[in-house]
């Protein structure tokens, strides 16, 4: 398995571009996540799907979407780049979260570090 | 929203124990986990504990809960450079999961 896959891995925009971060997992998990990290700050929650068709907001949605077509995939999308989205992004997957079930853990991608000129 | 804070820096020695603090505000929390990540590279789960126990340990790592004080702490034994990484406290509630800032820990020589 290749586990949790990202495209690219260092991006530079200019201010008002568009475009796709991608994300892939190959474990069949229903649950997929998009964090950014910003220094000091930890990670914080984009979006998040639990399963194919079905995506919903994190803590901070504004300026992205994403789209769940298949298990597989889940990419992010910059329609309008700011320099507040400078950061690094990772992609996180896992077993759907169930209360009271297994320890269900997040694999994550290896990150796409993006700076916006 | 919920908070989950950790120091930023921890600096030991080469074969010194480490101790990394958590607190963490959601009492309804079910898991608790601790990350690991290398320069350049994503989290990795290094441990986790459920909320029901007290302490879980695994080889070299401890980890301790104190549910009524909502404190989570990481103790690495006999802590090697290559610990050297940043560790990312984070809690769960359903699919609600909140990450600390992450201590930076360098182990010196």
């Known amino acids: 398995n290749a586990g949790v896959t990202q495209t690219p891995k260092f991006q530079v925009l200019k201010t008002g571009q568009s475009m796709t971060l991608q994300c892939a997992q190959d474990?069949?998990?229903?649950?997929m996540s998009w964090y950014r990290q910003d220094p000091g700050m930890g990670l914080r929650l984009i979006h998040y799907s639990v399963g194919a068709g079905i995506t919903d907001q994190g803590e901070v949605p504004n300026g992205y979407n994403v789209s769940r077509s298949t298990t597989e995939d889940f990419p992010l999308r910059l329609l309008s780049a700011a320099p507040s989205q400078t950061s690094v992004y990772f992609c996180?997957?896992?077993?759907?979260?169930?209360?009271?079930?297994?320890?269900?853990?997040?694999?994550f991608g290896p990150g796409t570090r993006l700076t916006v000129l | 929203g919920e908070d989950v804070e950790q120091s930023l820096f921890l600096s030991v020695r080469e074969g010194d124990s480490s101790v990394i603090n958590c607190t963490y505000t959601d009492s309804s929390s079910t898991y608790l986990y601790w990350y690991k990540q290398e320069p350049g590279a994503g989290l990795q789960l290094l441990t986790y504990i459920f909320s029901n126990m007290d302490m879980k340990q695994d080889q070299r790592l401890t980890v301790l809960l104190n549910k009524k004080d909502k404190h989570l702490s990481l103790r690495i034994a006999d802590t090697q450079t290559g610990d050297s990484a940043i560790y990312f406290c984070?809690?769960?509630?359903?699919?609600?999961?909140?990450f600390g800032a992450g201590t930076r820990l360098t182990v010196k020589p």
């Open positions: 474990m069949n998990h229903e649950y």
């Open positions: 984070a809690e769960r509630d359903n699919n609600d999961m909140r």
């Open positions: 996180a997957s896992s077993l759907f979260f169930r209360s009271g079930g297994a320890k269900n853990e997040q694999f």
